[in-house]
């Protein structure tokens, strides 16, 4: 499990592909219609239209970008259609032709002046324009078609990846996140799901490392939370031995209130989540400030890492609201 991705992996772009973006890691799954993450944005030709737009153009939108290296207007095109494409994710493909090097798709398409961007699905052309446009029009020109796409292929895939790591093929989840990580570095939803692959392999050093490249203004993040509450219950794991003379002290003394937080803690972190949760409710049922509000503050690490819609959060956050407002 621990090869199960190489966080300091760069792939190597397929020949005649454009790098999507710089990876920060590298898997090799694909999914229905997502596109590889080395194919997103290519170098196209005459002989390569056939498959590299109008059979690709049955999955997702393919936009082909008509330049020369003597266009001004284009040099300045071409960096907006590919942060475009790169921004929606999957759902949009572009493929750069060089007119003066392919002169037959230019005569088939009738293209009197470059740039002349086009927009195929379905094998059909559905949308274009010509000439270089404003960054914000450009955007709105791809947003658009990939909005005629349907749910994106990135969506697709993180369904995909949750139902293999909620049946236990980590392997498979762990390839189909680091594809997405491949094609979008900071994918927030990925990183953090591949975080939690390595929690649930017991790897939490690679969790860890993972959770790094998440952008720091993304790290209040849900999914992020939760895979940095999980691996803090991990560490707080006590033998069970230990839990049982916890117990025994709780039950000598129900005003022990380390004890009894200290219980709940071990409690949580041997999966017995629902005691662990009563616990800390009792205590700030009797105590609410004990500790300087300790145990709330741990209540809600284990909502983090239990996630909200489990039905021991639920119930949880039910009894706390109770305690708290009554």
Not at 95 to 105: A, F, M, S
Not at 160 to 187: C, F, K, T, V
Not at 246 to 273: F, I, M, N, P, S
Request: proline share 7%; hydrophobic share 45%; aromatic share 4%.
């Amino acid at each position: 499990m621990a090869d199960l991705l190489n966080l300091s992996a760069r792939p190597t772009p397929a020949p005649g592909a454009r790098p999507a973006a710089t990876p920060a890691a590298a898997a090799g799954s694909t999914l229905g219609a997502a596109p590889p993450a080395d194919g997103l944005i290519k170098d196209g030709t005459d002989a390569t239209f056939m498959v590299d737009v109008l059979e690709a153009s049955k999955q997702v939108p393919v936009v082909i970008d008509l330049w020369a290296p003597w266009c001004g207007p284009c040099k300045t095109l071409g960096p907006m259609l590919e942060r475009a494409v790169i921004a929606a994710r999957g759902a949009v493909r572009l493929v750069k032709i060089n007119v003066d090097e392919n002169p037959e798709l230019s005569r088939q398409l009738r293209v009197q002046s470059i740039p002349a961007v086009y927009a195929f699905k379905d094998g059909q052309p559905i949308d274009g324009f010509v000439g270089a446009l404003p960054e914000s029009q450009v955007k709105a020109f791809v947003d658009g078609l990939a909005g005629e796409s349907g749910a994106s292929p990135v969506e697709e895939i993180l369904a995909a990846a949750l139902a293999a790591r909620e049946s236990g093929d980590l392997q498979a989840a762990g390839e189909l996140y680091g594809e997405l990580i491949r094609l979008d570095p900071g994918n927030v939803a990925a990183l953090a799901g591949l975080a939690q692959v390595y929690v649930n392999s017991g790897d939490d050093e690679r969790a860890l490392q993972t959770l790094a490249l998440v952008p720091p203004d993304k790290h209040t993040d849900p999914a992020v939370r939760a895979v940095d509450a999980a691996i803090k219950l991990k560490a707080q794991a006590k033998a069970p031995n230990e839990i049982q003379s916890l117990e025994a002290k709780v039950a000598a003394d129900a005003t022990d209130h380390q004890a009894r937080y200290d219980l709940a803690v071990a409690l949580a972190a041997a999966g017995r989540r629902e005691d662990a949760v009563d616990h800390l409710l009792t205590i700030i049922q009797r105590n609410r400030g004990w500790n300087e509000d300790a145990a709330r503050k741990q209540l809600l690490t284990l909502f983090d890492a239990f996630g909200p819609k489990d039905e021991v959060t639920m119930y949880g956050r039910r009894r706390l609201s109770s305690i708290l407002f009554a």
